[in-house]
């Protein structure tokens, strides 16, 4: 079942497991030994471009069902457009399989059937069920009549098998131009699906094929196509998105048609939509061509390349899909749950630090000149077993320019003129003085600490609200932090707007041992979320961090 927006987390949860109407089709093929005990699925992105979040659901779901039911699941290029294809999307799909823990069975290119989908064209052509057809295209669409009326026969319906055959020989060899001529299926201009009023099966296109060069200039359209790469590997259970359940008729037909034994089966389920995100290549193609995200991989993309830079990790990508499961009707998943799942993944497996994004200096007035002290503190709450650091403390350190306010409403607990707050690990500090440029901006706080309140003393004649987190400025190590927002303002709709602040930088300041951390280290920056140092932009001394995901959920439950 999908998260419908406002829908609760553990819900969402209850109904996907029941929901998993797919595998129960498969119970049954078992029991009644359709395909004797196999079970054989694939996954058959075209290489158009980068995978999405979307395509992880799809990537969970094929591979998800070969492991449980102990069969096989093949990676496909469905390469049978010679125009848009490239080899950069082909290496970088297959990256984000694996990244994402699977290994497909086999590897196979659509294009590499073409030899074996001409020969059942030909087939199809001597049983008289597929014929040439001189009609542009704008007559074929014109001939196929409406919802309402049924469409009308192609005057070239009626050639003979040998004029057919002797054709489409020719449209093979070149002697045709684009658009000339198509072959079409010879179903049935009546039919209430329009997917059945004779489609067409073979168009024209000199066009060279990235595989396959220039040895075909007829490709065969992707109706014709899927139904036949899906029956040369054996596939069992080929699962598509709904919109395709109109042309399971169509799918069927083929795979009747060409006589194959125990045809696979085709099974439609609800595609994937997030709140906040636009999942179609075309759209993240034209972002990225645009220059209005940085590539494919830019953090703020649903690509599996960009949250994997962003720093989400395949397990919790993996817990999504199985939390959402499948479902037969399309609706919209909370963007939340996405975060929600990478949060719980890393609460209890990543340390903790102190780092101030937007630091404002505090000196501490009566703590000694020349003094350090270095406090213990525990690396992850709820797991000991990550251990304790040390963190130094002297008289100057930063805070969060956020955290203090001169003149702050109510319910405001932390740092203003004459309050006291804990300082994470540390002492009480109490605000004395606000020193300001003649600008007027504040730059610098006076505070005074309780040397009584020395963390782990057992002192507790006073309580505070706030605790602060703080970095010991003759310690500070400078980091540079992106923070990350929604690249979306709004839903899933092309005319999303796109939001202008999906990207804040910051130069903050870290507690020190972060200078430690490798490439695709995580933590938890205390009271601010998940990060993640980016490898593309670790260089150097520089250390970049990409905020993963904020602390607290935006999530709003409804009603
Ligand atoms: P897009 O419209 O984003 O380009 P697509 O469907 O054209 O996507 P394909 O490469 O053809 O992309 O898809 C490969 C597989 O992934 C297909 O089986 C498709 O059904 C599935 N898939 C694509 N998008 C989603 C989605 N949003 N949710 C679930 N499955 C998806
Ligand atoms: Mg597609």
């Known amino acids: 079942m999908t998260l419908e927006k406002g829908k609760s987390i553990e819900q969402t949860e209850n109904e996907a497991i029941s929901s998993n109407f797919i595998q129960s089709i498969i119970d049954e093929d078992l029991e009644k030994g359709v395909y004797g005990n196999r079970v054989h699925t694939r996954f058959p992105p075209e290489p158009n471009g980068y995978l999405h979040i979307g395509h992880a659901k799809s990537i969970c779901l094929n591979f998800g069902l070969a492991e449980k039911n102990k069969g096989k699941c093949n990676l496909r290029f469905d390469d049978t457009n010679p125009v848009k294809e490239d080899v950069e999307y082909v290496e970088s799909i297959k990256e984000d399989v694996n990244w994402l823990g699977f290994q497909w069975d086999g590897l196979y290119y659509a294009s590499d059937y073409f030899q074996k989908m001409y020969e059942c064209a030909v087939k199809l052509i001597k049983k008289g069920k597929a014929y040439v057809c001189d009609l542009s295209s704008e007559e074929i669409k014109a001939y196929r009549g409406t919802l309402n009326e049924p469409g009308k026969d192609s005057p070239y319906r009626n050639r003979s098998i040998e004029e057919n055959f002797e054709l489409f020989d020719k449209m093979k060899n070149g002697e045709f131009k684009d658009g000339e001529k198509v072959l079409r299926a010879k179903i049935d201009m009546a039919s209430p699906n329009l997917n059945m009023r004779d489609p067409v099966i073979y168009r024209i296109s000199h066009n060279s094929h990235h595989n396959t060069g220039d040895s075909w200039c007829i490709y065969p359209m992707y109706d014709y196509a899927h139904p036949l790469e899906d029956a040369f590997e054996y596939i069992t259970h080929s699962i598509c998105t709904l919109e395709f359940e109109d042309h399971r008729p169509l799918y069927d037909w083929v795979l009747r048609e060409l006589e194959f034994e125990a045809p696979p089966k085709q099974i439609e389920f609800a595609r994937l939509n997030l709140t906040n995100t636009v999942m179609s290549k075309r759209y993240l193609k034209a972002l990225v061509d645009d220059g209005v995200v940085e590539a494919w991989d830019d953090p703020r993309m649903p690509t599996i390349a960009g949250l994997r830079r962003r720093g989400y990790t395949p397990e919790s990508i993996r817990d999504f899909c199985d939390r959402i499961g499948v479902a037969k009707s399309n609706s919209t998943v909370d963007i939340a749950l996405l975060e929600h799942c990478i949060r719980e993944d890393l609460k209890p497996k990543v340390e903790t630090r102190m780092v101030v994004l937007d630091p404002l200096k505090v000196v501490i007035t009566n703590y000694p000149e020349g003094q350090v002290e270095w406090f213990d503190i525990e690396n992850n709450k709820e797991n000991e077993d990550l251990g304790r650091r040390k963190v130094p403390f002297s008289k100057e350190i930063y805070i969060e ?136 932009l670790t260089k150097g001394n520089e250390y970049i961090f990409n905020r993963i995901v904020e602390l607290k959920s935006s999530y709003k439950k409804k009603g």
């Open 401 to 536: 320019k956020a955290d203090f306010m001169e003149n702050p409403p109510k319910k405001f607990f932390r740092l203003y003129p004459g309050n006291e707050v804990r300082l994470k690990g540390a002492y009480f500090v109490k605000c004395q003085e606000v020193i300001k440029n003649p600008k007027g901006d504040i730059i610098e706080l006076r505070c005074t600490y309780d040397p009584e309140t020395r963390s782990g003393s057992g002192f507790n004649a006073r309580k505070v609200k706030g605790t602060l987190h703080w970095v010991d400025a003759a310690h500070a190590q400078k980091v540079t932090v992106n923070a990350y927002s929604h690249l979306m303002v709004e839903n899933e709709t092309e005319e999303s707007v796109l939001n202008p602040d999906s990207l804040t930088v910051y130069n903050g300041f870290a507690e020190p041992g972060i200078e430690e951390t490798k490439p695709g280290g995580r933590y938890q920056f205390f009271r601010h979320g998940y990060f993640f140092a980016d490898p593309k």
